[in-house]
């Protein structure tokens, strides 16, 4: 280890000390504690920190958001009033399993209206209330739960290539 290292090691032993004395006082979260002992480490062991091309990550993740698993617009036969606004077309997008909590997959997949009116409302943009799927056409409310059933069918089952 060279001149340079070893003293840049010892200032971090001796923040790191620093910031654990202050986390016993202070409102630190933990995790803060352990920064600067994986900086020795890295130093120490001549191991250079990994880089991070930000722009290209950054590039990934609105690709990836933007190729995520959305319908088509859903042309309403009848439009959702909100006030003076009308909906006439619904997007919907690919739900989380999250999302699918409380609905029994099996009534979504045989477009059972509870299950329907439940789940459009956390996966339609523009958003719509549960009270406005409710008053929603029953012939958008089937498309809607095509939709969305199709989201659920792997792609074996829809014959896509995996």
């Given at each position: 280890?060279?001149?340079?290292?070893?003293?840049?090691?010892?200032?971090?032993?001796?923040?790191?000390?620093?910031?654990?004395?202050?986390?016993?006082f202070d409102e630190i979260?933990?995790?803060?504690?352990g920064i600067p002992a994986?900086?020795?480490?890295?130093?120490?062991?001549?191991?250079?920190?990994?880089?991070?091309?930000?722009?290209?990550?950054?590039?990934?993740?609105?690709?990836?958001?933007?190729?995520?698993?959305?319908?088509?617009?859903?042309?309403?036969?009848?439009?959702?009033?909100?006030?003076?606004?009308?909906?006439?077309?619904?997007?919907?997008?690919?739900?989380?399993?999250?999302?699918?909590?409380?609905?029994?997959?099996?009534?979504?997949?045989?477009?059972?209206?509870?299950?329907?009116?439940?789940?459009?409302?956390?996966?339609?943009?523009?958003?719509?209330?549960?009270?406005?799927?409710?008053?929603?056409?029953?012939?958008?409310?089937?498309?809607?739960?095509?939709?969305?059933?199709?989201?659920?069918?792997?792609?074996r089952a829809k014959g896509?290539?995996?």
């Amino acid at each position: 280890m060279n001149a340079a290292r070893g003293s840049i090691c010892a200032l971090l032993v001796l923040v790191s000390q620093w910031i654990y004395v202050a986390f016993l006082f202070d409102e630190i979260p933990s995790w803060v504690c352990g920064i600067p002992a994986v900086l020795v480490y890295f130093i120490a062991s001549g191991a250079q920190m990994p880089r991070i091309n930000w722009r290209k990550t950054m590039a990934q993740a609105k690709e990836k958001a933007t190729t995520a698993h959305v319908s088509d617009a859903i042309e309403l036969d009848s439009p959702v009033k909100r006030g003076e606004q009308s909906i006439d077309s619904v997007t919907l997008r690919k739900p989380t399993a999250g999302e699918l909590r409380g609905v029994n997959l099996s009534d979504v997949l045989q477009l059972q209206t509870d299950a329907l009116i439940k789940l459009i409302p956390r996966l339609s943009a523009p958003s719509l209330t549960e009270h406005e799927v409710r008053n929603m056409d029953p012939a958008d409310l089937v498309q809607c739960g095509g939709e969305i059933a199709g989201f659920l069918l792997t792609k074996r089952a829809k014959g896509e290539a995996a």
